[in-house]
């Protein structure tokens, strides 16, 4: 298992795959012939949360990481459109636009949502799926669910310098590393020529989609949890507001596809909190998943 990113960096390259009228931009590292691995971030985060996990996978594996909409480089959608079925179109759009027809899907948060319910709908297209503390009922009633929510509200729209930019992001996120601060900053946020920073995603809309009080457009996890039929593994930060102890082990016992761990020194964000452990638990499972898979293809011949 690699604990740090290698000395020479992977370097990532960009493309543009359009889903209906928006522009969705991919991020891409490793070479496009090996076993591809999909990652989709989190509510306000962006394609490149995920270089760090890239930088190790990409030695053995095509890695993609998308802009979801509002985000990053991709387009803006309207508020009625940052939910669910809207990420679920947008990743079988790009998948479809760029031809691939097998891989592993990895996603944190809201995009583990997108991850599961994507899984359900399309499960041809999956060798295996990896979930980042997100579970039934996470999104509906969690103090996480109740966190974002108050975060949202009590986003500043504008920052008068970096530094208070930087401010912001140390007291919301104090268990994350500067590296992954200073990787906000840069991807999250555009610094004006006057020196005040804003956002680069569409705070405005996916808060109004986020805090709408409609609790059906919240998909409920548990049909696809329950209906898994490929290895899949789930992981929960120790310090985890939102999804519960009690939920990751009621998964693991309602599905035997289902590996669950729970990831020491960790809040929500895992992959920023404590790398080293999450890639501890990534690395074998994506190792044992395609050698399964590529004996099996042996077997056949």
Same mark, same amino acid.
């Given at each position: ?70 985000? $990053?480089? /991709?387009?803006? &959608?309207?508020?009625?459109?940052? =939910?669910?079925?809207? @990420?679920?179109?947008? +990743? ?14 990895? $996603?944190? /948060?809201?995009? &583990?949502?997108?991850?599961?319910? =994507?899984?359900?709908? @399309?499960?041809?297209? +999956? ?175």
């Amino acid at each position: 298992m690699s604990d740090n990113i290698p000395n020479s960096r992977i370097l990532s390259r960009e493309r543009v795959v359009l889903s209906g009228k928006l522009k969705i931009n991919i991020v891409e590292w490793g070479q496009a012939t090996a076993h591809t691995i999909i990652m989709l971030h989190g509510l306000r985060a962006y394609a490149q949360t995920w270089d760090r996990v890239a930088q190790v996978l990409a030695k053995k594996y095509h890695v993609m990481a998308l802009d979801q909409r509002g985000r $990053g480089k /991709s387009d803006w &959608g309207s508020s009625t459109d940052y =939910f669910t079925p809207n @990420y679920v179109e947008d +990743l079988k759009n790009v998948i479809d636009g760029l031809g691939l027809n097998k891989f592993t899907l990895l $996603g944190h /948060s809201m995009g &583990g949502a997108t991850a599961l319910v =994507f899984s359900q709908m @399309y499960p041809g297209y +999956l060798d295996g799926l990896v979930v980042e503390d997100i579970g039934p009922g996470s999104s509906a009633a969690s103090n996480g669910a109740d966190r974002i929510k108050k975060e949202l509200n009590n986003t500043p729209r504008l920052f008068r310098s970096r530094a208070k930019a930087k401010l912001f992001w140390q007291e919301a996120r104090p268990g994350a590393p500067d590296e992954a601060i200073e990787q906000r900053l840069k991807y999250m946020m555009v610094e004006d020529k006057d020196g005040t920073m804003k956002w680069r995603y569409d705070l405005e809309g996916i808060s109004e989609a986020r805090l709408d009080p409609d609790i059906l457009k919240i998909p409920d996890l548990w049909p696809p949890v329950l209906n898994l039929n490929i290895p899949t593994l789930v992981l929960r930060g120790e310090n985890s507001d939102f999804l519960s102890q009690k939920v990751l082990s009621e998964m693991a016992q309602q599905n035997s596809h289902i590996k669950t761990f729970e990831i020491s020194n960790a809040s929500h964000y895992i992959h920023d909190d404590n790398f080293s452990e999450f890639m501890t638990r990534l690395e074998p499972f994506l190792a044992e998943l395609y050698q399964i898979q590529l004996s099996r293809k042996d077997n056949v011949k």
